[in-house]
Nanobody, 123 residues
Framework: QVQLVESGGGLVQAGGSLRLSCAASGSILSINVMGWYRQAPGKQRELVAAVISDISGGRTNYADPVKGRFTISRDNAKNTVYLQMNSLKPEDTAVYYC??????????????WGQGTQVTVSS
C-alpha cells in the first residue's frame, strides 16, 4: 500500500507564489520518478515538472510554459517532492497532481497518483 499526500494549493493573485508538497509513504523500496501534473477544466492532464533519479542524484524536466518560473525539488530521505511556483499566471490555474513511479517492497514497479490539489490564480 502506497499513498501520496499533497498539500499547499490555494488561491493567489497573478504574480504571486505557492509551494506544493507531496509525501509518499507506505511499502516503498525505491522511487524512480516523482513529479507534478496538472489538469485545467476541459483540458488533458499535462506534465508540469519531474525529478528523475539517476547516478548523479537526480535530473529535472520541465514543461515549456513553466520553465524559469517553477522549481521542482526532492527530499529523498523523506520521499517528498516540492514544487515552488513563482510568477504565477491565470493560465496556471488547474488541479495539480503528484505522481510517483516507484518500486514497492514486493518488487513491483507501479505508478501512483495523489488526490490532487487546486491552484487558482486570479488576474
Amino acid at each position: 500500500q502506497v499513498q501520496l499526500v499533497e498539500s499547499g494549493g490555494g488561491l493567489v493573485q497573478a504574480g504571486g507564489s505557492l509551494r506544493l508538497s507531496c509525501a509518499a509513504s507506505g511499502s516503498i523500496l525505491s522511487i524512480n520518478v516523482m513529479g507534478w501534473y496538472r489538469q485545467a477544466p476541459g483540458k488533458q492532464r499535462e506534465l508540469v515538472a519531474a525529478v528523475i533519479s539517476d547516478i548523479s542524484g537526480g535530473r529535472t524536466n520541465y514543461a515549456d510554459p513553466v520553465k524559469g518560473r517553477f522549481t521542482i525539488s526532492r527530499d529523498n530521505a523523506k520521499n517528498t517532492v516540492y514544487l515552488q511556483m513563482n510568477s504565477l499566471k491565470p493560465e496556471d490555474t488547474a488541479v495539480y497532481y503528484c505522481n510517483a513511479d516507484l518500486m514497492t517492497r514486493l518488487g513491483v514497479n507501479q505508478r501512483y497518483w495523489g488526490q490532487g490539489t487546486q491552484v487558482t490564480v486570479s488576474s
